[in-house]
């Protein structure tokens, strides 16, 4: 029998679609749409950031755990839902995945992201509560008045891009414990200033009075609720070549 080229024959989509017919993670039939949708763009460049279902499903081709799924294992470890149940998720993404993962720990979770596909009484099933807002501090708002977190006992990101500033400054005006896993590519300051390099990026937002920086889990919290993290992560991967290099 002739020998088969296995990178030849093998492409990345082969290993989407024995994804999708395997579907670990349990897609609902929308979210395997959008994953594929998603798939197309960033081959075609349309799209530059990768959804999170296209990091879990990278994720699962490493065979290591979705980061979702990481990050939610951290923050249950650093705020148990005794203490912390009322939940914010900022930049929820399309499909939610973390806080279906934080509901399944016990907390009560909130979604927020103007690209939420889940309708309500979806997100009431699976039980949490979605909104499509945006998310604003006080002093960068058109009316000088933020997104309300005063009902919540955390707030929580993943890779919140230009959101990022203004969750740090919302939640330490009001005292908020937040955790906010960092991305990989820095993002102006809320004041039009630009960084040059990812480490100016952080070491800005670390000079936010009140702000702890955690450089080995690329991580951000209040001073005043942070604990130690001993768990090392990767840079968050951005582009598709990035993606490609750490996970496959």
Same mark, same amino acid.
């Given at each position: 029998m002739e020998e088969r080229d296995i990178e030849e024959e093998f492409t990345l989509a082969d290993i989407l679609n024995a994804y999708i017919n395997i579907n670990p993670r349990q897609l609902s039939e929308t979210e395997i749409q959008v994953l594929i949708e998603d798939f197309e763009a960033i081959k075609s460049g349309e799209l530059d950031v990768p959804s999170e279902l296209l990091y879990?499903?990278? /994720?699962?081709?490493?065979?290591?755990p979705s980061r979702h799924t990481?990050? /939610?294992?951290d923050i249950a470890s650093k705020y148990p839902a005794e =203490?912390?149940? =009322?939940?914010l998720e900022i930049g /929820?993404? #399309?499909q939610c995945l973390l806080?279906?993962?934080?509901? #399944?720990?016990?907390y009560y979770v909130t979604s927020m992201d103007p690209q939420i596909l889940i309708d309500e009484n979806r997100a009431a099933k699976k039980g949490f509560i979605v909104t499509k807002d945006y998310f604003r501090c006080d002093e960068f708002s058109p009316d000088s008045i933020g997104t309300d977190i005063s009902s919540y006992d955390l707030i929580v990101a993943q890779q919140p891009c230009g959101a990022t500033e203004h969750i740090i400054r919302q939640c330490l005006k009001n005292n908020k414990p937040f955790e906010i896993k960092l991305c990989g590519d820095a993002h102006p300051h809320l004041s039009g200033e630009e960084d040059d390099t990812l480490?100016?990026?952080y070491n800005y937002l670390s000079s936010i009075e009140g702000?702890?920086?955690? #450089?080995?889990?690329? &991580?951000?919290?209040?001073?005043?609720? &942070?604990?130690? &993290?001993?768990?090392?992560d990767e840079p968050a991967a951005h582009t598709l070549n990035d993606i490609l290099e750490n996970h496959f």
């Open positions: 879990d499903f990278f /994720a699962f081709g490493k065979l290591v990481t990050f /939610a294992d =203490r912390f149940l =009322r939940v /929820a993404g #399309k806080s279906k993962t934080l509901v #399944k720990k016990g480490e100016e990026w702000t702890y920086i955690d #450089k080995n889990t690329y &991580q951000a919290s209040n001073k005043k609720f &942070q604990q130690v &993290q001993t768990q090392i």
